[in-house]
């Protein structure tokens, strides 16, 4: 007879765990796919690798734009939603910063994340079939919309939600014109190589204090000087229906936003079907359904 040994996945990627920081190699590819697998030629997979983020003009429609904002108008202002955990406002106001799961509480967006736009180009850098890992969409309203401070997205999933290896990639798409002066994504290009060990153990429900302002789980100033020095920091600008795809560890953040024009992107997080999230590698819980989904059912098929 054997014994089903459940045997924990290793981690690659120690974080919460040592009371000093450290700098660890990438042990994952950045791009799984090449070419001939979807619609990024090869300079574009290059630029990618190198980057670990890549932009892409008008990758939805004015017309799509338009529907999109007046969906974000809705769930925004929906009193029901307002009292459901996926619905985040700010830390110094009552203005909504995010809405998570919006591919399930939304059609047209649920619509979206199957789309062979999203999908084929998520399927072509992971090298595998998909599944939505995470969708959101950030606010950032004018005149007080937060900032996001320095992480990556990837620490948190792994400590967190289990998600054992890099090879996952995020689709920011604004919905409003993402200008310099009002909090457009910043990203340390090349950073994604990088895995910045974080000090501090992830405290119970530490969801419910970091999607507001998050400090376990983000890297020390020391760290991010070294990261900044080596690889400079890109704003990322553009107007509305362009998208940045990004590699989950990137070092990335953006600031807060004074000015009277919203920037207000839909995010959505693909996994590859062989990266399935399993047990937290930092965390005595995993997070809820809404944070790191554990329907593996790959999209867009
Ligand atoms: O905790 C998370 O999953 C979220 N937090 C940030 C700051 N970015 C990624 C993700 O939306
Ligand atoms: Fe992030």
Redesign the pocket.
Known sequence: MTLQMDVPTADEYPTRKATEPALLYRKDPTVWGSADTGPFTDADLRGYDTRGYTQVDSLISGHEVQAFREELTRLGSDPALRADERVVVEPTSNEVR?V?EAHRISKRFADLVNDPRLVERARQILGSDVYVH?S?I?YKPGFGGGS??W?S?FE??HA??GMPRMRAC?FSIALTENYSHNGALMIMPGSHRTFVSCVGETPDDH?KA??KS?EIGTPDQKSLEYLADQHGIDVLTGPAGGAIIFDSNCMHGSGGNITPYPRSNL?V?FNSVENTSTRPFAANNA?PEF??STDFTPVGR
């Open positions: 995010s998570f995470q959101r950030n996001f401070y992480h997205d948190t999933w967190e939600d995020s969801y970091s999607l998050q995010f997080v997070r944070l790191g």
